[in-house]
Nanobody, 127 residues
Framework: VQLVESGGGLVQPGGSLRLSCAAS????????IYWFRQAPGKEREGVSC????????YYSDSAKGRFTISRDSASNTVYLQMDDLKPEDTAVYYC?????????????????????WGQGTQVTVSS
């Protein structure tokens, strides 16, 4: 089981990026796929999740209305389209699975107790 993120980079405020999470060793369609991020000095934050059942989606309040998560079954890849980026979106973005079909929330936030994580991709929003 392996997850590989790509698509990060430097972008100006108001710009867009599309992150990719390429899965291998399993069929990603069956499982919930999460995107988390971690900024320097801050705790890891759940950003979005797409479930493996009926492709239900979840977004954090900070991502709602600006980010869109989607799947491409043919390539076994999950995407995170990020629009109207802000400096506070600067972080390392990780995709992850916990082996469950539905997205897990704890106290209203995305939560993974035991999971498989990618190596992360850096997103920097700056003028």
């Amino acid at each position: 089981v392996q997850l590989v993120e790509s698509g990060g980079g430097l972008v100006q405020p108001g710009g867009s990026l599309r992150l990719s999470c390429a899965a291998s060793g399993f069929t990603s369609d069956y499982y919930a796929i999460y995107w988390f991020r971690q900024a320097p000095g801050k705790e890891r934050e759940g950003v979005s999740c797409v479930s493996g059942t009926a492709y239900g989606t979840y977004y954090s309040d900070s991502a709602k209305g600006r980010f869109t998560i989607s799947r491409d079954s043919a390539s076994n890849t999950v995407y995170l389209q990020m629009d109207d980026l802000k400096p506070e979106d600067t972080a390392v973005y990780y995709c992850a699975i916990d082996g469950k079909r539905t997205c897990t929330l704890y106290s209203g936030n995305l939560y993974i107790e035991f999971g498989t994580w990618g190596q992360g991709t850096q997103v920097t929003v700056s003028s």
